[in-house]
């Protein structure tokens, strides 16, 4: 079945709605039986009908009417509504189903009366109790001829109705940690929405002097509710507006949530704003007012309104009554500023949930309700009609003050609210006034004009500067911040690790035999030959006559060859001072023992009379078992070692109901087995569990999982689920921090020796078929993914890349897209995946930033300063600017450079002296406007070096080059000439005068007649340095 119910919510809510039935206070004593019918009806958002069924099956179902009698349930629906309601109908073997009166379904009759179905239910009403009255929502009048007979139907049965609205409410008001989830997550969206959207499109329209309707603001928040960049990650199609947005500005308020924001342009005054966010359901709400240019007596008004809110949320506790609430509020409004008594909002909030404004739990002066730990509430409360003294035009007149915010009830302390908007007059007013225009003007215009565009494009708006700051200069200060914070916090940190010092292992001590009785009584012992003793992983050898144990543990390596007559047997042994692999600590438990280096064998390879075999024989088994014993020791030991460090997690509990959200056709990476295989992923009461179809299970419980992250198919080959884990787990002898499950979406390889055409039928099939395919495996997925983070209570969520962040590099040998997620930098279609968890992140650093480069690398530190750091190579330099804002964002230190540093030895170095590296600035030394630091002259000195060195091979190279034609004289005078170069009175001579020179020398040598070969020759000797290049060497 596509769509699922769950059960457990099911079961539990309608025990407490039988529960208060049965206890019969208020209403529910009245009634014989509950009626609710929902109809179909477009225009109706909120009805207790439909916000029953929400609750109870978490969907709508139109056309389906549910009686509810004291000992049966009966529910009429059409046949698709049937066969989704038998999942809490088929009750055996289910023990939530204990108190729950059992289910009758009736299937709907289209075209028919449907008299013999409600004959049944009035029967059952009938049946029920005294079968006198019957309990409904009065308020919830569905259209249509079905509604309509049903209606009729218990009229002519002469059935008393009883309006149940407000218990009901107040059965429903309570909230379970699912729902109170859902209700923080749609608060939390409607205060990004609000921040991010509203907030800072109400300066813009200040600060241009815009002139925007309040109709046209409030459709511009209506659709950024689309894009996800507002929503925190939530998926947009779980997202709706509770109700139009509601900007109220220039003297017309009514501070209700029933108005619809006007035509008027807005004023720049008082602009109160109300927004409400649906998410799954259940709604959120809040209420601001910004301020522009607030008068002195407008920003008391504000802050004394501020004070009410504060004295409203200590009141809101368990078992307080509504009115006492209310009453207790207006009191301290009385004593504090009775002038504006009469201007309070008439009732300060009401309860929400999946209705957004439960009618029959409003805060007022009237209402006996109590309130209960659980419950979430709307509060707002405004001053109405209050009068600017300072205004002159009819707009600046009146003004209002109205805020909000939705709060939980706690049982002892004050309400918790779920909308941490900042609201204190700093972060609402927004002032256009500069400091040194003190002097009032007298005349109107003047005063109108100083508020034009001029002062405006200065405003203060909340935190801008009156310069307005590039997206660089905002980025550039908000760094220099996390700069400072960065270094105090590392400095802190360090300072609490230091007594922690890392233990070195010891390299793990064999004992062959405890005592002499152990050893074996072999044949080859007496006759001393090598002997391996398998059971205890032994070599015994003959050493000056004295059979001698090994353990295979001590010995290195093994050779054998042939010689001649002889075989020689080399056994070489781990000594102090000797590697043993990378991993391995060279530690011995007692290094100043006494070593055997090594021992040699030989053996005759010549058969004596009378001996059975040839001596060498010994020595060529004994070469052929100790490498057999020694493989197999490595094995197990490697085995042992990734054992070594894995937390023992609990017991995955199985929970043995058949409706577990559930996937087939998975993949799971790493592979348990050489060659991948399908399996199935359920999820169980604590965790998942993957099955193979060979059988091999792997268990990953939920409170292991450090990162559950969902990568779509959208531009991928696979759909992918990952897990990164707090704690390694073992399957296929190995131990793994990653592991993932996923499913092929196309074809990953092509047939390239397939002719293609652009409008091949058998492609244009294929590729509606894959298109179907994606939408097929996303939508199950989802639907897994949804059903897991209920069953988890949303303790377990999953997180989405954001593909339009990603950016292409190479954390590995190969290039990939990584895609930031709310809280890590992942890529996890490609293998080995990529997870770095962004808290982890100490800062991260640019190398190779340079104009004329393509490409530059990201190196990310960690906290942890011992844990390595993390390479990412060649990311296009087109990404630079979006990473920088990304990490930014994050509350994330970057720097950049232009060199490759070597980190292996800068963590060292801070390492071992953490104080020294923090009393020269720290971490400071990256950044490229502090100069003169340390490591990157060393770096640079050193690369110099390198590059400017000529080598003595270059030399020996150019002297291979010249002539072996030359006379002694011919290469004296090469040499002289090089030697002098560095003159200055040569170094300015060009090629024509130091020709001359050499015919005049030559003349006077009387070597007239070889004047031209001569010439020839003292050209190519000074060729080999030409004096200028040899002057830049110098």
């Not at 490591?935 to 690369?943: F, K």
Request: with cysteine.
């Amino acid at each position: 079945m596509a769509v699922n119910l769950d059960k457990e919510a099911y079961y539990r809510r309608i025990k407490r709605l039988y529960s208060n039935w049965k206890k019969g206070e208020d209403e529910f004593g009245k009634v014989d039986a509950i009626v609710v019918s929902v109809g179909v009806d477009e225009e109706i958002v909120y009805a207790k009908s439909t916000a029953i069924q929400t609750w109870l099956f978490g969907y709508e179902l139109t056309d389906t009417i549910m009686v509810f009698c004291d000992t049966k349930i009966i529910f009429l629906a059409s046949k698709k509504k049937v066969d989704f309601l038998k999942q809490v109908a088929v009750t055996k073997g289910n023990e939530n189903a204990n108190g729950v009166p059992p289910i009758t379904l009736l299937t709907r009759e289209k075209n028919e009366s449907n008299k013999a179905n409600f004959d049944k239910m009035i029967e059952a009403i009938r049946g029920s109790k005294e079968g006198k009255t019957v309990g409904i929502f009065s308020k919830d009048k569905f259209p249509g001829e079905y509604m309509k007979s049903w209606n009729d139907t218990i009229t002519a049965e002469g059935l008393e109705k009883v309006d149940i609205s407000a218990v009901v409410a107040y059965t429903m008001a309570v909230k379970e940690d699912g729902e109170l989830g859902l209700m923080k997550k749609a608060a939390a969206i409607t205060s990004e929405v609000y921040s991010k959207f509203f907030k800072e499109r109400v300066m813009e329209i200040v600060d241009a002097d815009e002139k925007v309707r309040h109709s046209k603001l409030a459709e511009s928040v209506e659709k950024a509710i689309e894009e996800k960049k507002y929503l925190g990650g939530a998926d947009p199609s779980t997202v709706e507006m509770c109700y139009p947005p509601i900007i109220q500005s220039g003297g017309n308020y009514s501070l209700k949530f029933s108005v619809v924001s006007d035509k008027n342009h807005m004023h720049f005054g008082a602009i109160t704003c109300a927004m409400g966010i649906r998410y799954k359901s259940y709604c959120s709400n809040l209420v601001r007012t910004l301020m522009v240019d607030p008068p002195q007596e407008m920003q008391d008004n504000y802050n004394f309104l501020l004070q009410v809110e504060e004295e409203l949320l200590k009141q809101l506790k368990h078992g307080v009554k509504i009115s006492d609430a209310y009453n207790t509020v207006l009191e301290y409004v009385k004593k504090e500023k009775a002038d504006l008594v009469s201007k309070l909002t008439k009732n300060l909030g009401f309860a929400m949930g999946i209705e957004f404004r439960e009618g029959s739990l409003v805060l007022n002066a009237k209402n006996q309700y109590k309130l209960k730990k659980g419950m979430v509430l709307s509060i707002s409360l405004g001053f109405a009609d209050l009068l600017n003294k300072e205004g002159k035009k009819d707009e600046q007149k009146k003004y209002a003050l109205f805020i909000g915010d939705t709060i939980q009830i706690n049982e002892e302390e004050a309400a918790t609210i779920l909308t941490p908007v900042k609201k204190k007059i700093k972060n609402v007013g927004i002032f256009l006034k500069n400091d040194d225009e003190d002097d009032e003007e007298e005349d109107g215009d003047d005063a109108e004009e100083l508020l034009g565009k001029g002062a405006r494009s200065a405003a203060l708006l909340a935190d801008r500067t009156r310069n307005e700051m590039t997206a660089e200069e905002k980025r550039r200060a908000h760094q220099k911040e996390l700069a400072n914070h960065l270094n105090e916090e590392a400095k802190r940190r360090l300072t609490e690790q230091k007594g922690e010092q890392q233990i070195q292992k010891a390299r793990k001590s064999n004992v062959s035999y405890k005592n002499v009785s152990q050893m074996p009584r072999e044949k080859d012992i007496r006759e001393m030959k090598i002997f391996i003793d398998k059971k205890y992983e032994t070599v015994v050898m003959p050493v000056f006559g004295i059979a001698t144990p090994f353990h295979i543990a001590t010995i290195k390596n093994i050779s054998m060859s042939v010689e001649g007559d002889y075989t020689y047997l080399r056994i070489n042994f781990y000594v102090p001072g000797s590697s043993l692999g990378r991993q391995e600590g060279n530690i011995f438990p007692n290094p100043d023992a006494t070593f055997v280096k090594e021992i040699t064998y030989r053996a005759s390879n010549l058969k004596a009379p009378g001996d059975t075999s040839v001596p060498s024989t010994n020595l060529q088994n004994a070469f052929r078992i100790i490498k057999e014993v020694q493989k197999r020791y490595k094995t197990r030991e490697a085995e042992e070692k990734e054992k070594e460090g894995i937390v023992k997690q609990d017991s995955l509990v199985i929970n043995l109901n058949r409706s577990n959200p559930k996937l087939k056709d998975l993949y799971i990476r790493p592979n348990i087995a050489q060659k991948r295989m399908q399996g199935s992923l359920e999820a169980h009461t604590n965790g998942f569990r993957f099955t193979s179809v060979r059988g091999d299970k792997v268990d990953i419980l939920y409170n292991n999982i450090k990162h559950a992250i969902f990568q779509p198919c959208d531009g991928e080959m696979i759909i992918v689920l990952h897990f990164h884990l707090k704690n390694a787990i073992m399957f296929g002898k190995r131990r793994h921090t990653d592991v993932q499950f996923y499913t092929e979406v196309g074809e990953i390889t092509t047939d390239l020796g397939k002719h293609q055409h652009m409008h091949d039928r058998d492609d244009l099939y294929a590729e509606q078929m894959e298109r179907e395919m994606r939408h097929k495996l996303k939508s199950a997925f989802k639907n897994f993914i949804e059903k897991v983070e209920t069953l988890t209570k949303e303790e377990l969520e999953f997180e989405v890349p954001f593909r339009d962040l990603g950016f292409q590099g190479a954390p590995y040998r190969s290039t990939c897209l990584l895609q930031p997620t709310s809280s890590s930098l992942v890529n996890v279609t490609e293998w080995p995946p990529f997870v770095v968890t962004l808290d982890e992140v100490e800062l991260v650093h640019f190398e190779r930033v340079q104009f004329h480069l393509k490409n530059f690398d990201v190196v990310i530190v960690y906290k942890d300063y011992n844990k390595k750091v993390t390479m990412i190579n060649a990311v296009p330099v087109n990404s630079l600017d979006p990473i920088k804002e990304w990490l930014n964002s994050c509350d994330i230190k970057y720097t950049e450079g232009v060199q490759s540093l070597n980190w292996t030895k800068i963590m060292k170095t801070i390492v071992d002296d953490p104080e020294g590296f923090f009393e020269q600035g720290g971490w400071s030394f990256l950044d490229p406007e502090s100069e003169g630091s340390g490591a990157e002259e060393d770096s640079e000195s050193e690369m110099e070096d390198e590059t400017f060195n000529p080598s003595a091979d270059e030399d020996e190279e150019e002297e291979e080059d010249s002539d072996e034609d030359y006379d002694s004289e011919t290469e004296e005078s090469g040499s002289n000439y090089s030697a002098s170069v560095g003159s200055e009175e040569e170094s300015g001579k060009d090629w024509d005068e130091l020709e001359e020179e050499a015919r005049k020398a030559d003349r006077e040598s009387h070597y007239e007649d070889e004047d031209t070969s001569t010439t020839n020759k003292k050209r190519k000797g000074r060729s080999v340095a030409p004096p200028s290049k040899k002057k830049r060497r110098s």
